[in-house]
């Protein structure tokens, strides 16, 4: 079995890269309130994203053609 094609790896990049954009422009707008739910949102949500895009860029950067 192999894994994700060299694309599948630059969407998921680019992907996550966004969304951590958006969730950057988010904290901007609304700011971080002392609410638990807004700091779980935004943790779990940057570890994805982050998480995500590190991934990505570790496996296309050993990818070969």
Do not use: Q, Y
């Not at 894994?3 to 958006?22: A, D, M």
């Amino acid at each position: 079995m192999t894994g994700p094609t060299k694309n599948e790896l630059w969407f998921r990049l680019i992907f996550s890269l966004g969304g951590l954009v958006l969730l950057v422009v988010a904290v901007m707008v609304r700011g971080i309130s002392n609410s638990a739910a807004l700091v779980e949102v935004v943790g779990i949500a940057g570890a994805f994203f982050g998480g995500t895009a590190i991934w990505s860029a570790v496996k296309l950067a050993r990818h070969r053609d």
